[in-house]
């Protein structure tokens, strides 16, 4: 049976993949007294007289909500709040299996802006964070950057960053296989969405010096009029720095990395074949990659990654979310900054040891049992060294 079908087929046996349980089992009379009237009246009050102890006296401290308008969902678009549930209700599955993560699924039906942040900070008593998906661009960018500014728990867009930091683990482990350095390292980004500058902005700030971005009119640089944004407009100051002009092919020639989040069948195998010896080339597009991973090993290509289970080298925001939402919640960290993915990446490119790491093996697969634990330790030491913890005084 078609995966989709069977996923049709499971959801309606099961009524959907999550459910609630417990932790505290009521026998009698006695066990109903402590966990509602008259023993839960303690608890609020304790809250009441300091809040923080909403973490450690309720589900609070491990609970993550999983908010969607529905205005970008995977590959199938403004779907709508109510179509876009199953991949929220699949999303919180994930956060609990690799993260032991407790997960709401929320969907907003809304597409105004400030109308799901307003919503957001009104619910936000309810978890420790809060992570955003499948919002359109540019809008996913005042939302997360507002709901930051405002709310008191950590945000995380994983669309943008999950996916940039996996990028990176995998750029990383790339480039050791292939023996080149990050500092001059000449990176392609196609694409110019949400995942593309977050992709972007991350390489840049962890030291990548030569990224030049492309989006469909072609290469981003400073004084380009036709299809800008502000965003664009943004990168074009940080980006490209030799200030070149043209199309993707013309930036791909004698780049070193091609990192794709964008359209199918956009690289040719021609493409690849202009680029520098020992390329690396990421086809990140779903479901159908940039360029087939055949073509652009008959390229030339060194590695080859993509979005995909089905290939080797898939670039999945799997390895890094629930990790990083683990780490952040173990150690209370208020907010999650640079160092802590940046420590989420190379947490996850270092699981492989160089005498194991191969053209068809530059980054963990998402089964792998170690990861998420991996990631959490390195993410909460990183965010214990960045000073952003959270210290609660219990009464």
């Known amino acids: 049976m078609d995966v989709r079908e069977l996923a049709v087929q499971k959801k309606r046996e099961l009524k959907g993949f999550l459910t609630v349980g417990t932790k505290y089992e009521l026998k009698d009379a006695h066990d109903l007294s402590v966990a509602y009237t008259p023993g839960v009246a303690e608890p609020c009050l304790r809250i009441k007289d300091n809040e923080a102890e909403s973490f450690e006296l309720t589900c609070r401290s491990n609970m993550v909500a999983v908010v969607s308008d529905g205005t970008r969902v995977l590959g199938l678009g403004d779907i709508g709040a109510a179509a876009a549930l199953p991949v929220m209700e699949g999303k919180s599955l994930l956060f609990k299996k690799f993260g032991d993560v407790d997960c709401i699924p929320l969907v907003v039906d809304t597409k105004d802006a400030d109308t799901l942040i307003n919503t957001v900070k009104l619910l936000q008593k309810n978890f420790a964070g809060i992570n955003l998906e499948d919002i359109s661009s540019p809008k996913c960018y005042e939302v997360e950057n507002r709901l930051k500014a405002e709310l008191e728990i950590p945000v995380f867009h994983d669309d943008q960053h999950g996916t940039a930091i996996a990028c990176l683990a995998g750029v990383k482990g790339a480039l050791r296989l292939v023996k080149k350095d990050l500092a001059t390292a000449k990176i392609v980004v196609n694409g110019a969405g949400a995942a593309a500058i977050a992709i972007s902005k991350l390489l840049i700030a962890y030291g990548f010096a030569d990224i030049t971005l492309c989006d469909r009119t072609g290469i981003i640089y400073e004084g380009r009029e036709k299809g800008m944004n502000p965003v664009k407009e943004e990168m074009a100051k940080i980006t490209n720095k030799k200030h070149l002009q043209g199309s993707l092919a013309d930036a791909v020639r004698g780049a070193d990395v091609f990192v794709g989040v964008s359209a199918p069948g956009v690289l040719t195998k021609e493409m690849v074949q202009t680029m520098a010896p020992q390329a690396i080339v990421f086809a990140c597009a779903n479901p159908t990659p940039e360029i087939d991973p055949k073509d652009a090993k008959a390229g030339g290509a060194a590695v080859v990654a993509t979005g995909r289970s089905d290939y080797p080298n898939q670039i999945n925001n799997v390895l890094a979310f629930p990790g ?20 989420a990446a190379t947490a996850i490119a270092s699981i492989i040891p160089d005498d194991q790491i191969r053209a068809d093996y530059i980054i963990p697969e998402a089964f792998n049992p170690v990861v998420a634990q991996t990631v959490a330790a390195a993410v909460a030491e990183a965010a214990k060294k960045s000073g952003v913890t959270r210290e609660y005084k219990t009464l």
């Open 324 to 343: 990083i939402f683990r780490g952040t919640f173990d150690v209370h960290a208020k907010e999650i900054n640079d160092e802590m993915k940046f420590a």
